[in-house]
Each structure stands twice: as C-alpha cells, then as structure tokens.
C-alpha cells in the first residue's frame, strides 16, 4: 500500500484514477505477474472508481495480464510487417516447439506464448518481446537458442 500511495501522491487530490497504469503494474508485480478480478475490485477501491474502468484498461494494455503466465513470455508481434516478413510462422513455430496453444503456459509454469498487436519494431521483424527486450529478425535457430538461455537461468527479467 506505501508504494501505491506514492504513486497516488503525484496527482492533484481528487484525481486518484489518473494513478490507474502505475497502481495496476505494481499490484500486478506483487501478484505473480497478473491480475484477478478481486485484484481489480481492489484498485477500483482504492483508486475510487466503478470497477469496469479498471476492466476496460486490464483488456485494452497487453502489459496486464488477466490470468497466469509462464515465468518467461514471449510476445510475438502480430502486425502485418511482421507477418510479411514470417511473424505469423514463428509464433506457431514456438506453440509447436512448446506443446501449447497461443496463450496457453506450459505445464512446468515456465513458458507463455502470447500475440500481439504491434511492438513498434516494424523494420526488424518478424521478433518478439521477452520481459523488456526485443529479439529481432527472429528465426526458428535464434527462438530454439532464447528458450535454451531461459532453461539455463541466463535470461533475467528482473
């Protein structure tokens, strides 16, 4: 709640919605990487607003995650730049390679394939987010290396 405050803090009293991103990303944070509905019930209490306008930001940011993910997720951008360059193969390449679905986590919790809409890495597709790093001109070799680095402990995401 201390981290909350301050967040709350650096806005005109009165208008605590306008704290909404930085409020849900840290209760996200402190909650396994994603938020329930009674998370969201808490924020709109907090934040002192009807709880679909916490809903309608969670559903439109693809930072917020509505139920768990892997430890490691990789968000494929799913934009027609990156589709024409082969997007749309890698991200079934990787639900392939990991036996899931899109947005579906592997059985051991550790990996999360998700779309997305566009990352803003148009000339450097196909790629993908993992954490805060954009991994460019994605090829099935250079996925099969990311997922042996994230096995071996060598990807941080903190």
């Known amino acids: 709640m201390a981290r909350i405050n301050e967040f709350i803090s650096h806005y005109p009293e009165g208008k605590k919605k306008s704290a909404m991103l930085p409020v849900l990303h840290a209760v996200q944070d402190a909650h396994d990487n994603w938020l329930s509905v009674p998370l969201m ?44 360059r082969g997007g749309e193969d890698m991200l079934d390449y990787a639900c392939n390679k990991l036996g899931i679905k899109e947005g579906e986590t592997t059985e051991d919790g550790m990996f999360s394939v998700v779309g997305t809409e566009c990352l803003g890495a148009c000339g450097y597709g196909p790629m993908l987010q993992l954490g805060d790093f954009y991994h460019e001109h994605l090829t099935e070799e250079k996925f099969d290396a990311l997922v042996e680095d994230c096995k071996q402990g060598k990807i941080k995401l903190d």
Request: hydrophobic share 35%.
């Open 41 to 84: 019930n808490k924020v709109a209490e907090i934040l002192e607003v009807h709880p679909i306008e916490v809903y309608e930001v969670v559903t439109f940011y693809t930072m917020f995650n509505q139920h768990p993910r892997g430890k490691y997720t990789f968000e494929f951008c799913r934009t027609s730049c990156c589709s024409i």
